[in-house]
């Protein structure tokens, strides 16, 4: 931990304090402010001063197992904020509750935000806790990744694991979906942005690095320059590369579907790429967009005569068996997959929408022929 008690309740962050001021500090009696059990200072030319209990037992603010890289990290955001002239609070405690979250920001506005610098891996159950807890508390949460955890692959990709995509996040309704990361060593943020799943961990988006000292806490949150033309045909690229795969690794079901599709005389390298479209909330889908969307074209839209019409419903229907239960917690808008999909044929001609949710074939399919 960062800061703790002296007796008389004032709170003390160590690594505020000189190296002499420090030592002279030895001699004060110090208190964990969770637990009030008494804790002692590290402090050493390798280390960021702190404090650490002095025999091990189950506190809050034991349990995170806080690296050194989370802990200067902490301490950086913190300065950072600071000097931005915002109010913002260490390690405190939500009050009728037991979260901690690493900073606590208190807005002009009177809103919260807890920050949350998460270097460590955290079981889906936790980061429910915690979500639900702070929603529970009108409190935001804003999860900022170590950048230890980013895994560039390329210009415009990354690997991101299933886990990570629960932090995807979509501040405003007219925000991109952004992954924000810090690293404590470099300084510097990662805003990933106009970020598309290809549903691997593959992930297909635009990076920028932003040193700490050059930007505001909201510039994290405005939408980044995008390049539209690399952004789409890496991600076609991929999905065209992903069709053309053996299925080896691939779950049960997008094998029987695939053998499915063999046995009507088709193959994935068949299907035209220009059927093919990346949708934001592609993270409800648990198989990637080139097994749903032509799924959907199978079943539903090439038997479709042409000048008749099918419902939204229907069709969301259909692709129920490739959704997944959840979500990421902090997204603004969410259109539904099928109908972003949807939205993107009709604006292409293919259909025509009636009302809110019925479309009209405007022509003949675009593979029908090899069926
Ligand atoms: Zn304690």
Redesign the pocket.
Known sequence: MLQAELEDGRLVLLAAYRTEQIHKLRKHRFL?P??K?A?IIRAGKKVIPHFA?EQIHD????RTGESLYHMRGKLQLFHWFKRQGLTVRLEERIEKSTRRPDLLLHTAGGKRLAIEYQCASISDEELFRRNEAYEHDGIRPIWILGGNRLKRTSTFMLDLSKRDQRFLMQYKRDMPLQLLYYCSDSEAFCNVQHILLTGKKQTVGQFYFLPLQQIQFPELFHPLPKNHQKIKQTWIDFQSRMAAKPLTYAPGNMKRWVLQLYERGLTLQEIPVTILYPVEAQYHMSVPPYIWQTDLWLEQLIPLPVMNSISLERLKHVSKRWEVLHKPYAISSDIHPVESYMNHLCLHGWFEQMGTDVYVKKRRSPFSEMI
């Open positions: 964990c969770a637990c059990k804790v209990h506190c809050e603010l034991n």
